[in-house]
């Protein structure tokens, strides 16, 4: 049975020799405190390469062979919501039912405690099967990490360092329902005509006499932006000249937008998907415009820091692409040496 992992002797060398695992091993399990964790550095590299493995045989079996069918079958919007074919809906669940989207949240937010790079490695290994679908799958995780990572630095996150565990963190509804397959969220930056440069957003955040912060204002280009969790970088300062210390990417401030609440049992929405972009291949993927009209937001961190809040979730999204592109050279390369053999 083909396994893109299995069969890929490069990433295993790093997997399974190339790297020092130890510390790394050591300090994402806070030093074995936590009584849930695997015990030693060999039975968590073995747990990693089942995981890698696991995904290897997806990946090739399951994604790779319904590729086509992901870039022939467009997603649509049906009530105000974004469909996914049959086929697509049942490669995400399938990630569900491996429990892979919480990898490296801590168990105690339903995640499997496993470092960054793991996460990285399955990437590369879903992107030699499908793109689109890799896409959707990082967004899952990715967002979920972000959210612990800004309430830790923010200082709503709480530990118990004896125990090894976290205690509480301000998004943990959030994270759990995101590591566990039923939410995901996006990254929202572009504006129209504000694309690499974030000091001409328009989107605006403004906060009402109780101290509650709503957004107002159109994204496009959102890679799976249909999802819940919209993390929004928005303008909260007034500048009054090009010399203003709120001038440019310093009005700026981040925000977690829910797009919907559940009321009785049916999602009501607090932003709306106006399209679905016409891409070049990457089709699977949906890539939308949304629209926030005063939608109810949550301010991360401070006023003010929305640039460099911005970058930490850029930053890691930027290896992941990286990632992902190794895969589809994997893929690349793999075709052509193919087609070359057969070549007269």
């Not at 295993?12 to 190339?18: A, K, L, P, S």
């Not at 490669?91 to 470092?115: H, Q, S, T």
């Not at 974030?198 to 605006?204: D, E, S």
């Not at 911005?310 to 052509?336: K, P, T, Y």
Request: net charge negative; charged share 25%; hydrophobic share 45%.
């Amino acid at each position: 049975m083909s396994n893109f992992y299995d069969d890929n002797d490069d990433l295993r060398f790093y997997i399974e020799r190339g790297l020092d695992w130890s510390r790394l091993i050591e300090l994402t399990e806070y030093e074995w405190k936590a009584p849930d964790s695997p015990g030693n550095v060999d039975a968590a590299l073995g747990l990693y390469r089942e995981v890698l493995s696991l995904l290897g045989s997806y990946a090739a079996t399951s994604i790779a062979p319904q590729a086509p069918t992901f870039d022939r079958d467009h997603l649509r919007i049906v009530d105000g919501e974004v469909h996914f074919g049959p086929e697509l809906t049942a490669i995400f669940d399938g990630f569900k039912d491996m429990g892979v989207y919480g990898l490296c949240l801590p168990r105690e937010l339903g995640g499997m405690n496993a470092p960054f790079l793991m996460y990285m490695a399955s990437i590369e290994v879903i992107a030699r099967a499908d793109v689109s679908v890799v896409a959707h799958y990082g967004f899952h995780g990715g967002i979920a990490m972000s959210l612990l990572l800004y309430s830790i630095l923010e200082g709503t996150t709480e530990f118990d360092a004896d125990a090894g565990r976290i205690t509480s963190t301000r998004f943990a509804d959030a994270i759990a329902r995101i590591a566990a397959g039923e939410d995901w969220g996006s990254m929202d930056i572009t504006e129209a005509d504000a694309g690499s440069d974030m000091a001409r957003l328009r989107t605006r955040a403004e906060q009402d006499a109780d101290g509650n912060w709503f957004v107002t204002g159109t994204k496009i280009f959102i890679t799976s932006g249909h999802g819940r969790y919209h993390v929004v970088i928005a303008r909260t300062e007034e500048a009054t000249n090009p010399d203003d210390p709120f001038a440019g990417l310093a009005g700026l401030s981040l925000f977690l937008v829910p797009a919907w609440e559940e009321v009785d049992g049916k999602r009501v929405r607090t932003a709306t998907l106006e399209s679905i972009e016409d891409k070049l291949g990457h089709i699977g993927s949906a890539t939308v415009a949304i629209r926030f009209d005063r939608s109810p937001a949550f301010l991360l961190g401070q006023r003010g820091e929305g640039f460099k809040q911005m970058l930490l979730l850029m930053n890691n999204a930027r290896l992941g692409v990286g990632f992902e592109s190794l895969g589809l050279c994997e893929a690349a390369l793999r075709l052509a040496r193919a087609y070359a053999a057969e070549r007269r």
